[in-house]
């Protein structure tokens, strides 16, 4: 516990200097200036564009008047409710009149624009006729030119229009139609990054200056969003907001410009219209909270001290929990307490993220998605960390089998071989090995089932005969697939058995196996003895040593892991079970598929013990195909999801017929398979955001929906390539090759759990080996395939629609193409194949 606590308190110190090394709070220039020349308003909210009712169009105004001299509107209908209450207290106003493609409309502009002229003769200052009407290309100059001298006579008011900058320069006879030039420079919009601000917008007032050298200027929109995406280098933050506009006041009373900036109140309705980063051009939020004031300390960030203190307890409520009951030194501690305070950070940034930014519907649905998907990749992500720590900076192994084990005592050894259709050549390696045996107490029992031609079992039937009275050969017909099988042999094993030994019919096995091994089952608490599974088929092609450094992995690596904690899974090949125990909880259970990994559960709720030693002692073949490789894996994976639903009571914190550690490792199991089911649908969900962010342009919730992905991934790297060259002695490329292999089961693991939860009873497949697996027209990977399409497709799509540079849509393709990885491993591990066929034909 003391190196719990003392990792807690210097990753927690880690924390605190992270926060409190941030920009929380900055000095910036204040500005010369107590108000504000003029803000541009909109009396709308939320993102349907509703209208805010008089009253509240009273409170805007009132607090307004406070921070700014004048404002500026952009339509008749905006304008006539805001004159109604800044009459009431001599709030100037610039009169916008909207010009748009629509003719008719622009026609009862004008008619509103007139009536308003004539009721509110002394707060209308200017009129401006349009708004950007020719950069958007709604009307051509004629058109533009023949509204504003209409307008001169109803009014004696100064008319102006409002283009940005380049549209002055461009149309330079638009200078003669109006009483003086209303600009837009925008840095923001320009790509322009913050320490350039001031002297662009020089650059570009003095450009329409030169110009049009006699009339005067006023910049009618300047200002820089507090959030959203960059443009380039263009980077929206409240510090840069507040370093924008109080730096550009400054410049402008030094200069004597008329101003205007945009805009008093941030818009959510905008983000439809200007992607996400249109909603925060306002100096206000939308709920009214000025964002910062005109001179002093700028506060970037006022609930950071909450917030750290929330991941501070987060982080070691997370490290508390995945250190309990596990064997630690200080190194395994502090590194697993800093991984679960990068975690904890994670989770707080994308708890707060509906918080500091404005949530539309898709953006609720994708949040609480992610956010929801996000929970079983952390915990995975962390059991990833903690295997990694533990097996590389933490205490050795102390539980591996020695190998040098002696007993008096040679309990009975009945080998059960159940074969289902077995190729006799593959079957007569195995026991024919098995007849080599240097333990001299033994017995094994041929157990053909439900195979009727006589081609698999009539040579094998000889070929016990040969081997001597050791061998029982045993043609039945039963149900319940491979549990069943075993059942029926147990009915015909030795009296005198103590221990029932299986393996599968394509092993051939050490003559040394029982020796070195059955000695453990003196301690009569010890029901279970395993050894690893491995292959001799691996170097045949480059497809099976792929499936063979793949499979080695969870035999060095997971099962050392769970065997420190008693918790090994246990496989229906070279394995020995106690007899008496395996019959006290029941013998082979029918209801699963997994009758081998059950079994060893249900052991362990008795009490009993299993050992595991990582030396060979068998060697067996290979699936012939991804088809049989991933129908391998879906069998385990459908099976663990039905041992989960059978035994999911005996894991309730107060059931007590496991240890705590062993349910730790058994739930963290079952977190593996459920983390690789829960790619695809994110894979999913992101491939369905990417047209809204192309089409829309409305931001994601970057942390749940990408972060996670990628700290999982770069977790799965380093936990594949460097327990692999240490525990399992891999070279590089075995490692990567392994790394494909695994990969490509994400979408048949995917399956197979959404079939565990959803079907029950599905039988057990065999898994085609020894080169006659049966040839299939279809594609094994079509459904990888056009995710990986799709992926790439979203990928490419992102990166080259992304002309403003956008950091976060960059994070995001990235995460799409890390979601492609299993998938393109699905099409790589079937080229493999394909290859491999074609030089096994050569």
Same mark, same amino acid.
């Given at each position: 516990?003391?190196?719990?606590?003392?990792?807690?308190?210097?990753?927690?110190?880690?924390?605190?200097?992270?926060?409190?090394?941030?920009?929380?709070?900055?000095?910036?220039?204040?500005?010369?200036?107590?108000?504000?020349?003029?803000?541009?308003?909109?009396?709308?909210?939320?993102?349907?564009? /509703?209208?805010?009712?008089?009253?509240?169009?009273?409170?805007?105004?009132?607090?307004?008047?406070?921070?700014?001299?004048?404002?500026?509107?952009?339509?008749?209908?905006?304008?006539?409710?805001?004159?109604?209450?800044?009459?009431?207290?001599?709030?100037?106003?610039?009169?916008?009149?909207?010009?748009?493609?629509?003719?008719?409309?622009?026609?009862? /502009?004008?008619?509103?624009?007139?009536?308003?002229?004539? @009721?509110?003769?002394?707060?209308?200052?200017?009129?401006?006729?349009?708004?950007?009407?020719?950069?958007?290309?709604?009307?051509?100059?004629?058109?533009?030119?023949?509204?504003?001298?209409?307008?001169?006579?109803?009014?004696?008011?100064?008319?102006?229009?409002?283009?940005?900058?380049?549209?002055?320069?461009?149309?330079?006879?638009?200078?003669?139609?109006?009483?003086?030039?209303?600009?837009?420079?925008?840095?923001?919009?320009? @790509?322009?990054?913050?320490?350039?601000?001031?002297?662009?917008?020089?650059?570009?007032?003095?450009?329409?200056?030169?110009?049009?050298?006699?009339?005067?200027?006023?910049?009618?929109?300047?200002?820089?969003?507090?959030?959203?995406?960059?443009?380039?280098?263009?980077?929206?933050?409240?510090?840069?907001?507040?370093?924008?506009?109080?730096?550009?006041?400054?410049?402008?009373?030094?200069?004597?410009?008329?101003?205007?900036?945009?805009?008093?109140?941030?818009?959510?309705?905008?983000?439809?219209?200007?992607?996400?980063?249109?909603?925060?051009?306002?100096?206000?939020?939308?709920?009214?909270?000025?964002?910062?004031?005109?001179?002093?300390?700028?506060?970037?960030?006022?609930?950071?001290?909450?917030?750290?203190?929330?991941?501070?307890?987060?982080?070691?409520?997370?490290?508390?929990?995945?250190?309990?009951?596990?064997?630690?030194?200080?190194?395994?501690?502090?590194?697993?307490?800093?991984?679960?305070?990068?975690?904890?950070?994670?989770?707080?940034?994308?708890?707060?993220?509906?918080?500091?930014?404005?949530?539309?519907?898709?953006?609720?649905?994708?949040?609480?998605?992610?956010?929801?998907?996000?929970?079983?990749?952390?915990?995975?992500?962390?059991?990833?960390?903690?295997?990694?720590?533990?097996?590389?900076?933490?205490?050795?192994?102390?539980?591996?089998?020695?190998?040098?084990?002696?007993?008096?005592?040679?309990?009975?050894?009945?080998?059960?071989?159940?074969?289902?259709?077995?190729?006799?050549?593959?079957?007569?390696?195995?026991?024919?090995?098995?007849?080599?045996?240097?333990?001299?107490?033994?017995?094994?029992?041929?157990?053909?089932?439900?195979?009727?031609?006589?081609?698999?079992?009539?040579?094998?039937?000889?070929?016990?005969?040969?081997?001597?009275?050791?061998?029982?050969?045993?043609?039945?017909?039963?149900?319940?697939?491979?549990?069943?099988?075993?059942?029926?042999?147990?009915?015909?094993?030795?009296?005198?058995?103590?221990?029932?030994?299986?393996?599968?019919?394509?092993?051939?096995?050490?003559?040394?196996?029982?020796?070195?091994?059955?000695?453990?089952?003196?301690?009569?608490?010890?029901?279970?003895?395993?050894?690893?599974?491995?292959?001799?088929?691996?170097?045949?092609?480059?497809?099976?040593?792929?499936?063979?450094?793949?499979?080695?992995?969870?035999?060095?690596?997971?099962?050392?892991?769970?065997?420190? /904690?008693?918790?090994?899974?246990?496989?229906?090949?070279?394995?020995?079970?106690?007899?008496?125990?395996?019959?006290?909880?029941?013998?082979?259970?029918?209801?699963?598929?997994?009758?081998?990994?059950?079994?060893?559960?249900?052991?362990?709720?008795?009490?009993?013990?299993?050992?595991?030693?990582?030396?060979?002692?068998?060697?067996?073949?290979?699936?012939?195909?991804?088809?049989?490789?991933?129908?391998?894996?879906?069998?385990?994976?459908?099976?663990?999801?039905?041992?989960?639903?059978?035994?999911?009571?005996?894991?309730?914190?107060?059931?007590?017929?496991?240890?705590?550690?062993?349910?730790?490792?058994?739930?963290?199991?079952?977190?593996?398979?459920?983390?690789?089911?829960?790619?695809?649908?994110?894979?999913?969900?992101?491939?369905?955001?990417?047209?809204?962010?192309?089409?829309?342009?409305?931001?994601?919730?970057?942390?749940?929906?990408?972060?996670?992905?990628?700290?999982?991934?770069?977790?799965?790297?380093?936990?594949?390539?460097?327990?692999?060259?240490?525990?399992?002695?891999?070279?590089?490329?075995?490692?990567?090759?392994?790394?494909?292999?695994?990969?490509?089961?994400?979408?048949?693991?995917?399956?197979?759990?959404?079939?565990?939860?959803?079907?029950?009873?599905?039988?057990?497949?065999?898994?085609?080996?020894?080169?006659?697996?049966?040839?299939?027209?279809?594609?094994?990977?079509?459904?990888?395939?056009?995710?990986?399409?799709?992926?790439?497709?979203?990928?490419?799509?992102?990166?080259?629609?992304?002309?403003?540079?956008?950091?976060?849509?960059?994070?995001?393709?990235?995460?799409?193409?890390?979601?492609?990885?299993?998938?393109?491993?699905?099409?790589?591990?079937?080229?493999?194949?394909?290859?491999?066929?074609?030089?096994?034909?050569?």
């Amino acid at each position: 516990m003391r190196y719990i606590i003392l990792g807690l308190i210097m990753a927690g110190l880690f924390q605190v200097f992270f926060w409190i090394t941030k920009d929380n709070r900055v000095s910036l220039v204040e500005t010369l200036s107590e108000k504000i020349e003029s803000l541009s308003y909109s009396p709308y909210k939320g993102y349907n564009k /509703e209208i805010l009712s008089p009253s509240e169009i009273e409170d805007d105004v009132n607090m307004l008047s406070h921070i700014t001299n004048k404002v500026r509107t952009y339509s008749t209908t905006d304008a006539k409710v805001i004159l109604e209450e800044a009459s009431k207290i001599n709030l100037p106003v610039d009169l916008g009149i909207w010009l748009s493609g629509d003719h008719k409309e622009n026609h009862l /502009e004008i008619e509103r624009a007139i009536k308003l002229l004539q @009721k509110y003769p002394n707060n209308i200052e200017n009129v401006i006729v349009g708004n950007e009407v020719l950069l958007r290309a709604d009307i051509n100059e004629i058109e533009l030119f023949a509204y504003i001298d209409f307008m001169r006579e109803f009014t004696n008011k100064p008319i102006t229009s409002a283009e940005t900058w380049d549209v002055w320069e461009r149309v330079p006879e638009l200078a003669n139609h109006v009483d003086f030039l209303t600009i837009h420079i925008l840095p923001y919009w320009e @790509k322009v990054p913050i320490e350039q601000f001031n002297s662009f917008v020089i650059e570009k007032y003095n450009v329409v200056k030169s110009i049009h050298p006699n009339k005067k200027i006023t910049i009618g929109e300047t200002g820089w969003p507090s959030h959203g995406y960059n443009n380039n280098s263009a980077v929206p933050s409240l510090k840069n907001q507040a370093t924008a506009i109080r730096s550009f006041i400054n410049l402008a009373q030094e200069n004597n410009w008329s101003y205007n900036i945009i805009e008093a109140f941030d818009q959510q309705w905008k983000g439809y219209d200007e992607g996400n980063v249109g909603q925060y051009w306002g100096i206000f939020t939308s709920d009214r909270t000025l964002k910062f004031y005109l001179s002093g300390d700028i506060e970037i960030n006022e609930n950071w001290l909450y917030q750290m203190i929330a991941a501070i307890i987060i982080g070691a409520l997370i490290t508390l929990y995945g250190l309990k009951n596990q064997r630690l030194n200080i190194s395994h501690a502090f590194a697993y307490a800093i991984a679960a305070q990068g975690m904890a950070f994670g989770i707080v940034m994308a708890v707060i993220y509906p918080f500091t930014n404005y949530m539309n519907f898709g953006m609720w649905v994708m949040w609480g998605m992610g956010t929801f998907l996000m929970i079983p990749l952390i915990i995975i992500t962390l059991a990833k960390a903690n295997e990694l720590f533990r097996n590389s900076i933490g205490i050795a192994p102390q539980r591996l089998v020695p190998l040098d084990l002696k007993s008096d005592n040679i309990p009975f050894v009945s080998i059960h071989v159940p074969a289902y259709k077995e190729q006799p050549h593959v079957l007569e390696e195995t026991l024919r090995a098995l007849s080599r045996l240097k333990y001299p107490n033994y017995e094994v029992l041929v157990i053909i089932n439900n195979t009727p031609e006589e081609f698999y079992w009539k040579p094998i039937e000889k070929l016990c005969e040969e081997l001597g009275d050791k061998f029982v050969f045993m043609n039945i017909t039963c149900t319940g697939f491979k549990a069943g099988a075993l059942n029926a042999a147990l009915e015909q094993t030795n009296k005198e058995a103590e221990i029932i030994a299986v393996i599968d019919a394509d092993y051939v096995v050490e003559s040394s196996w029982l020796v070195d091994l059955v000695p453990l089952f003196d301690d009569p608490k010890v029901a279970i003895v395993q050894a690893p599974q491995d292959h001799r088929d691996g170097n045949e092609s480059i497809i099976k040593a792929a499936m063979n450094a793949e499979y080695a992995g969870f035999f060095d690596i997971g099962m050392i892991d769970r065997n420190e /904690e008693n918790a090994i899974v246990v496989h229906g090949t070279m394995v020995m079970v106690r007899l008496s125990s395996m019959m006290e909880v029941g013998g082979w259970g029918t209801d699963t598929i997994v009758e081998d990994s059950e079994l060893g559960l249900r052991l362990f709720e008795a009490g009993y013990i299993a050992h595991y030693t990582n030396r060979r002692y068998g060697y067996g073949l290979l699936p012939d195909t991804v088809e049989a490789f991933k129908t391998q894996r879906h069998r385990w994976a459908y099976g663990a999801i039905q041992i989960l639903k059978k035994h999911w009571k005996e894991f309730k914190p107060s059931a007590n017929k496991l240890t705590a550690r062993q349910k730790n490792k058994f739930v963290a199991g079952w977190f593996f398979w459920l983390s690789d089911a829960m790619g695809p649908v994110m894979a999913v969900m992101n491939i369905i955001w990417v047209p809204v962010i192309i089409f829309v342009g409305v931001t994601i919730p970057t942390i749940p929906l990408t972060i996670p992905i990628i700290t999982a991934f770069l977790v799965n790297i380093l936990h594949t390539f460097i327990l692999y060259r240490m525990k399992v002695k891999a070279s590089l490329k075995d490692t990567f090759l392994s790394s494909i292999a695994s990969m490509s089961l994400q979408l048949i693991i995917f399956k197979a759990v959404f079939d565990g939860f959803v079907k029950d009873g599905l039988p057990f497949k065999r898994t085609q080996k020894g080169g006659k697996a049966k040839k299939t027209s279809d594609n094994p990977i079509k459904h990888e395939t056009i995710l990986a399409v799709l992926l790439l497709i979203s990928f490419f799509a992102l990166i080259f629609t992304n002309h403003s540079g956008i950091v976060e849509i960059y994070v995001f393709a990235a995460t799409i193409f890390i979601q492609s990885i299993p998938y393109i491993s699905a099409i790589i591990m079937r080229r493999l194949e394909l290859y491999s066929i074609k030089n096994q034909k050569s």
